[in-house]
């Protein structure tokens, strides 16, 4: 069913200083230039390990970070030792650079956001926004499948919506948090629960309405990265333009689904973000071993499948999550970690290998100077030894660390690099992270 509206609703005042605001706020393209072709693309497990060539001039997209979600309506807000233990970056923290909030239908709830997102800040985060409604006066309901009560954005109120959001914005501005961006939508198409879009509308309010927020804007936010609801705005010349990232999460959504062609092909100065999910699954402990793996395998998939920037899990403190409710780092967190602590924002991906041996999956990143990191997981169920060549990098070693059944983020012995290359052992369902220096 359709659920197109008649009308031509008001629009927002075009800000004419947007572009030129935003542009000096950092943005980082996905569509880095590539000077080497790419050398990973297969996903055929070899038979035999290959090398991994690690080259720094093989630039993929830029990092902007990995994080979560911090949710107080719903199920309070971190404490403030939890806050460090998030985005700190010292012993025994997870890392993190991005923290995503909740945008209130109603401006009394606004406030609760504050303590945590101005933590995260001080600790060098990146700060995003999501709502889940716009407020109720400018919602109605309407028939949507069997569901009788389900909410849509009045067609009148789409200039007033664009203002709630920018005034959330400013709210946290003058609180001491500069949001890099804010969605207009989380999960447009999965909204039993809070408020449906369709493709149109969100590509109408993007086109009309989205240029007089003062901050980046995050679209659509798909639940299951479904293109049918982006293609429109990629397609889009004028709502592409008030579009700055193309925000996407994960839940279900197969490997095989990760790459966005379209986006490599019309999204040149456009950011790439997943941001909500939680994986395997929101049932189990975050503790199991080797389920937590999996996790490790995924945000590998999202960097190289995929090219995302960012990669954000649903709740940062819950018994699913990186941080168990005790404020104790799980086994999924130290997964997320062997990221977040290493690939700092601004380190860009370069193309290797990413699949040299059955079972063996690895991506490299290089930070300023001759700091390379690389992250290799190991899923198989015995130990390999997997062999590094380093191009254009005279690091005379590497230091390392390991999460794997018995240990969470234990740094290891330093390995000697000779004539640019180095051999490691890759324990039995492990995540090793590398870093040169």
Avoid: C
Avoid at 174 to 184: E, P, R
Avoid at 334 to 352: L, T
Avoid at 392 to 417: E, H, K, P, Y
Wanted: hydrophobic share 40%; no cysteine.
């Amino acid at each position: 069913m359709s659920l197109h509206r008649n009308g031509s609703g008001s629009t927002g005042p075009q800000s004419p200083s947007r572009r030129a605001v935003l542009a000096t706020m950092s943005a980082l393209p996905v569509l880095a230039a590539t000077t080497t072709p790419a050398v990973g693309a297969p996903r055929t497990p070899s038979l035999a390990a290959a090398t991994v060539t690690v080259d720094p001039s093989a630039t993929r997209q830029t990092i902007r970070g990995f994080g979560g979600m911090n949710h107080p309506l719903w199920i309070g807000d971190l404490t403030a030792a939890q806050r460090d233990t998030a985005f700190g970056n010292g012993d025994g923290q997870l890392g993190f650079s991005v923290l995503r909030i909740f945008v209130s239908e109603d401006r009394a709830n606004w406030s609760r956001e504050v303590a945590t997102a101005k933590r995260a800040v001080e600790l060098g985060a990146t700060v995003f926004a999501s709502p889940w409604n716009p407020p109720a006066q400018m919602v109605e309901t309407f028939v949507h499948g069997s569901q009788t009560n389900a909410k849509r954005l009045r067609s009148s109120m789409y200039g007033a919506y664009a203002q709630h959001l920018n005034d959330f914005v400013t709210f946290m501005r003058n609180n001491g948090v500069n949001l890099y961006a804010i969605s207009v939508q989380n999960e447009p198409d999965y909204a039993q629960d809070w408020t449906w879009w369709t493709p149109a509308e969100m590509t109408r309010f993007l086109r009309e309405n989205a240029g007089s927020i003062s901050t980046k804007v995050i679209a659509p936010e798909s639940f299951q990265y479904v293109k049918s609801f982006s293609d429109p705005i990629l397609n889009d010349p004028a709502a592409l333009a008030n579009m700055d990232i193309l925000g996407a999460h994960l839940y279900g959504t197969s490997f095989q689904n990760f790459p966005y062609p379209l986006f490599q092909q019309k999204g040149a100065g456009k950011e790439l973000w997943m941001t909500e999910v939680y994986y395997p699954n929101s049932s189990d402990s975050a503790d199991l071993w080797p389920q937590a793996l999996d996790v490790g395998e995924h945000v590998h998939r999202a960097m190289v499948d995929a090219e995302f920037q960012a990669y954000v899990w649903w709740y940062i403190r819950r018994g699913y999550g990186p941080m168990r409710e005790d404020g104790q780092i799980s086994k999924r967190g130290a997964a997320m970690a062997h990221f977040a602590k290493y690939v700092r924002p601004g380190h860009v991906r370069i193309a290797v290998t990413a699949n040299p041996q059955s079972n063996v999956y690895v991506s490299a990143y290089k930070g300023t100077g001759s700091r390379v990191v690389i992250v290799a997981v190991n899923k198989g169920t015995s130990q390999v030894s997997q062999q590094f060549t380093l191009l254009n990098n005279a690091s005379s070693g590497v230091s390392s660390w390991l999460t794997d059944g018995s240990r969470n983020l234990a740094a290891q012995s330093r390995i000697t690099v000779s004539n640019g290359s180095f051999t490691a052992q890759l324990p039995a369902r492990s995540l090793t992270t590398f870093v040169t220096g």
